[in-house]
């Protein structure tokens, strides 16, 4: 080969070489103040039964044919159990794999013990102390981090790690920008471990692209002023200049020609976060519930212990799509239990309204894991009456005195005929509550159960 020939070769690999990242999927990094979005975890339609229970069958673990009573008393699948939380509590069954992967690989690989079954979602186990007992089992470990990553979303005040505040956390500088990211780190307070779960998040369900803009790059087209934040390979417009600066930049804005902007779908405009507290321009403070806003006075705010820094300034243009809702009325929207300290009466009270709960069972059975604040009978008496709560769907009752067997569904008890029936239903007689014959009677007999 002539010299010549030679160079034109080596300036071909050298030039190939520098080029290759050019074309290749850009790397994706981990952001530890935004795992995850706010949609990524409230998507609770991203996988049907079916898929979720193809997903365990592909994945190598043995959670494809593990069955376990499930919270309301029947056995059932893993993927089963999986589902039911996730649309109970309207969590992403994505996000809850993704958990079970992280507390104990049992996703991919078959356990190595079977305490890893009761514990299987790390809810309840805590550093340097024994986990809480009464939280083991596979479907109460499923139940319980649906249900607290769903709680973490709708009562962000109620906890340390919040949304927009800067933190310590390993060690490490960390700025939760949206609910979802803030609920992870209040589950798992530890950078790795939250970077544990984007690396399987990432693995399994964040879609692949050959774009080489990864999730959070900010963008423009050439001659526009419009924003764009690409997430799950979508690109998702800013409307507000408010809503930009809360958690970005312009400085970090990438400017591209709209053809190569036009290669991603057009997804959801960006928002507030559930739950913001926003002030008009007008002085008025409101919080933003489900796309609506709700006007807050004084005294609620102070009530339910909100701190002035978290509330955002806006402009009017930024609460054109919000609808007006209902003022809040009381520091309790999504829901709390109150005891009146003179009667010892307990309520659960939402918005202006309490209902009350008129035996200890219901308490156990809806409410395990509220905290109950005491209040005076005159407070108290500021709320409107309620009806009595009953116990949820999928409860199975009896009395002490009687043999018979009920299920509680849609404000009815449905009587279990036999114990064929019983047992063919997929029922455990271990799941039948013993309650008292008042308690039982606050439900009309339904239909008996049938095969």
Known sequence: MSFIKKIAVLLILILTSFNWPLICRAEVFFNPNSIISDHDLTDYQSMTLEEIQKFLENAGGT????????????K??????????????????????????????????????SSQYD?????????????????????TQVDRAAWRLRYFIEHPWEFFYRAGQTYKISRQKVSPQNLATAALYNYTPYVTGNKLFWSIWQKWFVKKTDSKFTDGTLLKAEGDNGVWLIQNNQRRPFYSKTIFLL?????????????ELEK???????????YSLVK??????????????????EKIFKAIGFNPEEVIKVESNDLL?????????????????????????VYYVEEDIKYPIIDRSILDVNFPYFHIVKAESEYLSEFKNGEPVKFRDGTLVKTANEPNVYLITQ??????????????????????????????SMYPLGEPLKI
């Open 63 to 74: 959670l494809d044919t593990y069955q376990c009573t499930d919270v309301d008393g029947k």
């Open 280 to 297: 008009a321009s007008s002085g008025e403070i409101f919080m933003l519930i489900d796309g609506a806003k709700r006007s807050i006075s």
């Open 76 to 113: 059932k699948l893993a993927s089963e159990i999986i589902w039911r939380a996730a649309q109970e509590y309207k969590v992403n069954p994505q996000i809850i794999i993704t958990v079970l992967q992280k507390e104990q690989t049992l996703i991919s690989r078959p356990p190595k013990k």
């Open 321 to 345: 799509t919000y609808k007006k809702g209902s003022p809040i009325l009381t520091p309790y929207p999504s829901g709390a239990l109150l005891q009146d300290k003179a009667s010892k009466s």
């Open 247 to 259: 958690n970005h930049s312009f400085k970090n804005v990438k400017e591209v020609s709209s053809k």
């Open 264 to 274: 991603f779908e057009v997804g959801e405009p960006m928002t507030f976060p559930n």
């Open 411 to 440: 404000g009815q008890r449905l009587l279990i005929p036999s114990e064929e029936i019983f047992d063919a239903l997929g029922y455990q007689w271990s799941a039948i509550l013993i309650i008292p014959e008042a308690v039982l």
């Open 119 to 139: 514990w299987a979602t790390g809810f309840g186990c805590y550093d340097y102390r024994k986990p809480v007992q009464r939280f083991s089992g596979f479907a």
